[in-house]
């Protein structure tokens, strides 16, 4: 009775710093949520809630996602399994002015949900590390803080992998292996449709529940490999013959840019870049210096194994894909995990080893370094933040005077660095462009354009002489601060003032 007496005095400070954690992470991601995907990241953001907002006004259908900047009916569009976009469209259905706080709210809860199976998996595999050091990590990272209150799949894609790997590392001792890996490769499957990159850690999910794949016969573990890469595997190729009939996100293939070569792999300032995300936004200084140390006592640790190998996965990632990971920061977010429970591990070694061991002056040390690490990480990681939360007040001031000219339905081309965008909050569906010439005019033309949007943030608005000959052929219909609303239809007699 007084064992489970101490136990239960122990576990109250570890339960009141993992609330206090918890509730740290929820107040950073509230801020803003109202507020439209104009910010960091907006043209993901933007893409995303295109495809919402078309199920939400249409047909709510996962196998044929339609995008708004597929043409004037919204064409198909290849993109990850849009399972984010079809929970958002559902709540926009019976809710008036589909809300982004709805969709930022779900980003938060999927964060949250993923949290809860990383706790589970820690007070498993890790009965003696205090849960609240990793998870302060996990909660609190920069990167993860803003992409989990973006209207983004990222969220819950890390959560379904995170779910994954608590599934298979149960297997292990399980006694019902067959059904703990079985819904593991569920739910990878599902991280992996929802996000591809997340294939490279189909590695370390298996690494993790070997023990329950090794007590399986050869059938069953074919069964289990097949439904974690089937599924997405059919949706991806799905997804690339929509490309095909309609628009494409480009996230593969040999056109996409995505891919590294060896003149990419070798330009410094790419690996900059990487560097200073993983380490200044994702997992901070301070983590960094902790998931090291952790890394170092591996030994010493067997279970902290399948960590190592989830930030292997990571450099796979950034190997295979560094021009995708240098403009998109969010394929490094599956890594965050592994890298939490590392990072706690260091953090329970150092306090071990400096301060209750070590003399006096290395304590010292230790905590000044601590300090400055801390201090460090949060002026990066509030520096971050202020940007990702700042809104492009540009595309909201353009929108906001143009779609007064524009009455609904007008198929609209958009011509402007951020078209995407910029064609999401005037609410219209149409065509992007970043550049236009007078053939690609009359070949939108011919398609139903009706309108168009040229900013000067387009290298065609610089073409004096593409822009006089544009306004010699086609009717100006208003001007504004940097844009230009021209109409391409000139039998379309309702553009305009109202």
Not at 238 to 254: C, I, M, V
Not at 371 to 380: D, I, P, V, Y
Request: aromatic share 8%; glycine share 8%; hydrophobic share 50%.
């Amino acid at each position: 009775m007084t064992e489970q007496t101490d136990a239960r005095r122990r576990a109250r400070p570890a339960g009141s710093l993992l609330a206090l954690l918890v509730l740290c992470g929820i107040l950073l991601r509230v801020s803003f949520l109202a507020a439209p995907p104009v910010d960091g990241h907006h043209v993901r953001q933007a893409d995303t809630a295109s495809i919402a907002r078309v199920m939400a006004r249409d047909t709510l259908s996962l196998w044929t996602p339609r995008i708004g900047w597929s043409g004037p009916e919204a064409g198909p569009v290849d993109a990850e399994f849009p399972l984010y976009s079809a929970i958002v469209a559902a709540g926009w259905k019976v809710m008036p002015g589909e809300p982004p706080w709805f969709a930022r709210l779900l980003s938060v809860f999927f964060w949250l949900f993923g949290g809860i199976g990383l706790r589970r998996l820690l007070s498993r595999r890790f009965p003696d590390l205090t849960a609240a050091l990793p998870l302060a990590l996990y909660v609190l990272s920069p990167l993860a803080v803003f992409l989990s209150r973006s209207i983004q799949p990222d969220a819950l894609a890390v959560a379904l992998l995170i779910w994954a790997w608590e599934r298979a590392d149960y297997a292990r001792d399980s006694q019902k292996p067959r059904r703990a890996l079985l819904q593991s490769a569920l739910l990878l499957a599902l991280a992996i449709a929802l996000q591809e990159p997340v294939a490279l850690w189909l590695p370390v999910v298996a690494f993790a529940g070997w023990a329950g794949l090794e007590e399986l016969r050869g059938r069953d573990v074919l069964v289990v490999f097949g439904m974690a890469v089937l599924p997405p595997t059919v949706w991806h190729l799905h997804a690339h013959e929509l490309g095909a009939q309609g628009a494409s996100l480009t996230l593969w293939g040999a056109g996409s840019g995505s891919w590294s070569s060896l003149s990419v792999l070798l330009d410094l300032p790419s690996w900059r870049t990487v560097v200073l995300a993983g380490v200044g936004h994702l997992i901070t200084p301070l983590g960094a210096v902790f998931a090291a140390v952790g890394l170092a006592g591996i030994r010493e640790r067997q279970a902290l194994a399948v960590s190592a190998a989830g930030l292997g996965a990571a450099a796979v990632t950034v190997v295979l894909l560094l021009p995708a990971v240098v403009t998109h920061e969010y394929y490094l977010l599956p890594a965050l995990p592994f890298a939490s429970v590392l990072a706690g591990a260091g953090a329970v070694r150092i306090w071990r080893l400096a301060l209750l061991q070590g003399t006096p002056s290395s304590r010292v040390v230790v905590l000044v370094v601590g300090a400055a690490l801390l201090g460090l990480s949060m002026w990066r990681g509030i520096g971050y933040l202020s940007w990702g939360w700042s809104r492009d007040t540009r595309i909201e001031s353009v929108a906001l005077s143009a779609e007064k000219l524009l009455p609904p339905g007008t198929a609209t081309v958009v011509v402007d660095r951020h078209p995407q965008t910029l064609l999401y909050a005037l609410d219209q569906t149409g065509w992007h462009r970043e550049v236009v010439s007078p053939s690609v005019i009359g070949e939108l033309r011919s398609w139903g354009a009706e309108a168009m949007l040229i900013t000067d943030t387009s290298a065609s608005w610089r073409d004096e002489n593409f822009m006089r000959e544009l306004l010699i052929r086609h009717p100006l219909v208003a001007r504004g601060d940097g844009w230009n609303l021209i109409r391409l239809d000139v039998t379309q007699g309702v553009i305009g003032p109202q």
